[in-house]
C-alpha cells in the first residue's frame, strides 16, 4: 500500500491489487442525492477513495441541487420545458445557459485538462438540450417522452462532473449514459420482469467500464408514457 499526492492536495491511499483480485472483489453501489454533489463533492470523492481500498465501486447520482429546492437543476430543467412548449425559446435558453454557468462555477477541479475536458463536454450536454428545446418551441408542444428527455440533462451534468472529479482525485472513472438504457420490450409494464431486464441491461453497461469506477445516471431510460409520470421525480432512487 502506498501514498499518492493527488491535484487537489489530498493523501489517497492507492492499494495495488493484481487483475485477479479485482475481479473477485464485490461491487458496491453508492448513491449521492442532489444537496452532496451541489455541495460536497470533495467529500463523495474521499468516500469513493475509502471505499475503492475494500471493493469494486459504481456511482449513481442525482441532479444537482440548489440554494432552495424551487432553484434544483430538475425543477429549472422542467421550467424550461414548459417555456419551450409556450414557444418561448427565449426563457428556455436563458434557464439552460444559467444551469451550465452553474454547473461550470461549481466544479472544484484542479487539474487543467480535466477542467477543460468537463467544460467541453458540459457544453456539449447543454447545447444539445438547447437545441431540442428549440424543436419544441416551433412546434409548441411536449410530450411526455420529450420531458423525460430534457429532464435527464440533470443527471447527466451530475455524472460527468463527479467522473470528471475522480479522475482528478487519481481514480479512473467513466461515464455512463444511462437514458436509452432500455433497449428490451416493456411487455406488461413495470413489474418484476421488467425491473429484473433493466439490472441486466445496466449491468452489461457497468461491465464494459472494466476496472474504472462507472459513474452512471440516476436516469435510466425513457419509457413509454414518460418515467417521469410512470415512476416519478425518485426514479434514481428505485
Known amino acids: ?126 447545447y444539445e438540450l438547447d437545441e431540442f428545446l428549440t424543436s419544441i418551441s416551433k412546434v409548441g408542444a411536449l410530450s411526455p417522452e420529450s420531458e423525460d428527455r430534457i429532464v435527464s440533462v440533470g443527471e447527466k451534468l451530475s455524472a460527468q462532473y463527479l467522473a470528471a472529479l475522480l479522475d482528478d482525485y487519481g481514480m479512473e472513472a467513466e461515464y455512463v449514459d444511462l437514458s436509452d438504457v432500455i433497449n428490451f420490450k416493456v411487455l406488461h409494464g413495470l413489474d418484476k420482469d421488467f425491473y429484473q431486464d433493466l439490472a441486466q441491461a445496466i449491468g452489461k453497461r457497468v461491465q464494459l467500464c472494466g476496472d474504472k469506477v462507472p459513474v452512471l445516471t440516476g436516469f435510466w431510460g425513457s419509457l413509454p408514457g414518460g418515467l417521469l409520470r410512470n415512476v416519478g421525480r425518485g426514479y434514481s432512487g428505485d
Open 1 to 126: 500500500m502506498a501514498v499518492k499526492a493527488l491535484p487537489n492536495g489530498v493523501g489517497w491511499q492507492h492499494h495495488s491489487l493484481s487483475h485477479c483480485e479485482r475481479q473477485e472483489r464485490q461491487r458496491v453501489v453508492l448513491k449521492f442525492g442532489g444537496t452532496s454533489v451541489g455541495k460536497f463533492a470533495p467529500e463523495i470523492a474521499r468516500i469513493c477513495s475509502s471505499s475503492l481500498s475494500k471493493n469494486k465501486i459504481a456511482i449513481v447520482c442525482s441532479a444537482r441541487s440548489g440554494q432552495s429546492k424551487a432553484e434544483g437543476t430538475t425543477n429549472r430543467l422542467l421550467r424550461a420545458a414548459r417555456e419551450a412548449a409556450k414557444s418561448n425559446s427565449i426563457k428556455s435558453t436563458a434557464i439552460v445557459s444559467e444551469i451550465l454557468r452553474e454547473h461550470l462555477d461549481a466544479a472544484r477541479v484542479a487539474s487543467p485538462k480535466v477542467k477543460e475536458r468537463l467544460a467541453r463536454d458540459l457544453t456539449a450536454e447543454c
